[in-house]
């Protein structure tokens, strides 16, 4: 019951009062502005209650609105400081990445010498073949003929498999610059504490 009502409901009684002095007389009078006072007073007291019920609510409802704001606070700080961590490991691993890449290149390069020195030493020990005319150093000369093409067969599988290393670091390596370009991103969408917000 609002305030306006209870002083409309007390100038009643007192109107009502002085009607009934008016028209009864003094002890039904009495009796009905006791009442009216009784009804009165009822009707304050659960105004009060009313009133301290509303401001309880209001209360409560205020520690959760506080508490709900610093848990969001808390998960918002939580998320910025897993996204620069994420952040850091991905740059570290593009760096370790390009570093393998790197080193697999050279390796690379290295294993392509080798196999043109093989081949190279096939083409010689060819024409050496064509020259010979004993026996003995015709099965020495296939004898180092096999092992040379077994050295070029050995130097160009580790050519393949450099070359693999190098194409899955690359690939590697762009994934990485990926991941690191949307950590990147979404640590700058981490600020945004706008309720429809949603980070990827």
Sequence with gaps: MKTREIILILIAAAFGGV???????????????AKIS?????????????INALNDKAAKEAAAAKKAATQADAA?????ADAARASAQTTADLAKAKEDA???AVKAIELEKARNEAANRVNELTAELARLRDGSELKEAIAKQKK?????????????????????????????????????????????????????
Excluded: C, F, M
């Design 76 to 80: 918002l700080a939580q998320t910025k």
């Design 148 to 200: 040379a093409e077994a050295d070029l067969e050995a130097a160009s599988a580790a050519l393949r498999e450099a070359n693999a290393k190098t194409a899955a670091a690359i690939t590697r390596i762009a994934e990485l610059e990926e991941e690191n370009r949307r950590l990147r991103e979404q640590a700058k969408g981490a600020g945004n504490v706008s309720p429809n917000y949603r980070a990827l």
């Design 38 to 50: 009784k009804e009165a007073t009822e009707a304050r007291l659960k105004s009060v209650a009313d």
């Design 102 to 104: 790197g080193k697999a």
């Design 19 to 33: 009607a009934i002095v008016t028209w009864s007389g003094e002890e039904e009078a009495n009796a009905r502005a």
